[in-house]
T-cell receptor, first 113, second 109 residues
């Protein structure tokens, strides 16, 4: 079956613009995670959705970052008023509830000029 | 707070040599520990988890609660083992992962 997919694969934007990153998890996976992979900070957790529960937003670096998950499936990560330090690879992962292994997507490489 | 430390950013060995990638963690409870691997131009994937006590691609990792370590070992490195390796911790199954900074393993012919 298909794995986790993310779009776009690359996004170049200008400082101050808003961007939306999309994640399609594996069908049936109830848990969905966003991480950020950057040179200076390594792999950082951003936000976690589990079923219908309120998301764990504890990793979001600022209020410019937000995410939603519609219908328990697709998720969109939105970054408003992008800054150069937002440049990174944004990774999405999904898994079954209570399962150990997270399945990662290929990532979206965001470059803020 | 939970923290994972991988002291080596780069580890370079010759083919056939033993490999040990170090991982130390800090967490007040009983964590779940993982090793994830990212091969060149591939997505991040699970290599092994401590609760399975399994050997994958010749790699093993033992959780040492006394030393709060979860080092990854392989007796004879292969060129195809060259990749980026991340140690990760979760407070319970399904929760978010806290990653170490990663170690790039280069296996030279």
């Amino acid at each position: 079956g298909a794995g986790v997919s993310q779009s776009p694969s690359n996004k170049v934007t200008e400082k101050g613009k808003d961007v939306e990153l999309r994640c399609d998890p594996i069908s049936g996976h109830t848990a969905l995670y966003w991480y950020r992979q950057s040179l200076g900070q390594g792999l950082e957790f951003l936000i976690y959705f589990q079923g219908n529960s309120a998301p764990d937003k504890s990793g979001l670096p600022s209020d410019r970052f937000s995410a939603e998950r519609t219908g328990g499936s697709v998720s969109t990560l939105t970054i408003q008023r992008t800054q150069q330090e937002d440049s990174a690879v944004y990774l999405c992962a999904s898994t079954l509830a209570g399962w150990n292994e997270q399945f990662f997507g290929p990532g979206t490489r965001l470059t803020v000029l | 707070a939970q923290r994972v430390t991988q002291p080596e950013k780069l580890l370079s060995v010759f083919k056939g040599a033993p490999v040990e990638l170090k991982c130390n963690y800090s967490y007040s409870g009983s964590p779940e520990l993982f090793w994830y691997v990212q091969y060149s131009r591939q997505r991040l994937q699970l290599l092994l988890r401590h609760i399975s006590r399994e050997s994958i691609k010749g790699f093993t990792a033992d959780l040492n609660k006394g030393e709060t370590s979860f080092h990854l070992k392989k007796p004879f490195a292969q060129e195809e083992d060259s990749a980026m390796y991340y140690c990760a911790l979760s407070s319970y199954a399904g929760n978010m992962l806290t990653f170490g900074g990663g170690t790039r393993l280069m296996v030279k012919p």
